[in-house]
């Protein structure tokens, strides 16, 4: 692990050479949001799959519909079917899931970087870079304690903050858009029909899940921080241009089901 690290490190650091006549001080900074660009567009062919896979499900929508109504008394079954339903359309339920798992390890030696000291034996020169007040290697704890939420740190995690913000508003509205046009993934009842408790709490609380990207760049080095807002921003243009025609649908029957509501 310590000589891998050694790699990535030094793959960073020859990256940030590169971007120095262009940005200076901030070349260390420009390397991470060039780094997480060419991991995400390393995985976008599993996005596309996905967003083939998630317009496949809300195509069979009806079809697992009709399969409630006949197996809605016997959860068994009815999984048993609509996993017969997906083996047969070639569709994947876990296909939603690779694109996040595949780039994990990206974020996880990102944030292993920039929180030791040492990288293979030898003092972790990284570290010592920023953007622009901000240190790569700090959190926002830290710009608290050095200025301020208006300081010149905290005034960086504060555009942060905003971006996050504005980028999960953007995924909220969507989410829900997506939600109520996909079917539920799997059987909602318990053996004797009764609805399972919390379920619909749940399924509501999901779209919320974009805002808990703030509580992440909070305590990550703001190196890790880097990625993950690089990276939601990248998911949010990803997600509107694959699923833009579901999307459009979708609001146009909201737009139908309200003028004659």
């Given at each position: 692990?310590?000589?891998?690290m ?45 967003a ?12 697992i ?12 079954r009815?999984?048993?079917a ?15 899931c690779?694109?996040?798992?595949a ?6 030696l990102?944030?292993h970087?920039?929180s ?6 030898e ?11 901000a ?19 905290g ?8 971006i ?32 399972l ?10 779209p ?11 305590v ?34 909201g737009?139908l089901?309200?003028?004659?509501g």
């Amino acid at each position: 692990m310590s000589a891998f690290m050694s790699v990535f490190a030094h793959l960073v650091g020859s990256l940030a050479d590169l971007l120095q006549p262009l940005f200076h001080a901030g070349a260390t900074a420009a390397a991470i949001v060039l780094f997480t660009a060419c991991v995400r567009l390393a995985v976008h062919p599993l996005s596309r799959a996905a967003a083939r896979g998630q317009k496949a499900r809300t195509r069979l929508a009806p079809q697992i519909a009709e399969l409630r109504k006949k197996h809605g008394k016997n959860p068994e079954r009815l999984q048993k079917a609509i996993m017969e339903l997906h083996t047969k359309e070639n569709v994947s339920p876990l296909s939603g899931c690779l694109p996040s798992l595949a780039q994990m390890p990206a974020f996880f030696l990102m944030y292993h970087l920039f929180s030791n000291t040492r990288i293979g034996g030898e003092a972790n020169e990284l570290l010592g870079h920023s953007l622009f007040a901000a240190p790569l290697g700090d959190r926002w704890f830290d710009a608290l304690g050095n200025g301020g939420v208006l300081g010149g740190a905290g005034l960086v995690y504060l555009g942060l903050f905003v971006i996050v913000a504005a980028v999960a508003t953007f995924n909220y509205r969507r989410a829900k858009i997506q939600m109520a046009s996909m079917p539920a993934p799997a059987p909602t009842a318990t053996p004797d029909g009764q609805q399972l408790p919390g379920l619909g709490a749940m399924t509501r609380m999901m779209p919320l899940l974009s805002f808990a990207t703030l509580f992440t760049v909070a305590v990550v080095p703001l190196a890790a921080a880097l990625y993950v807002v690089t990276s939601t921003t990248w998911t949010a243009a990803e997600r509107y241009f694959l699923y833009r025609d579901m999307y459009r649908d979708a609001d146009g029957v909201g737009a139908l089901a309200a003028s004659t509501g």
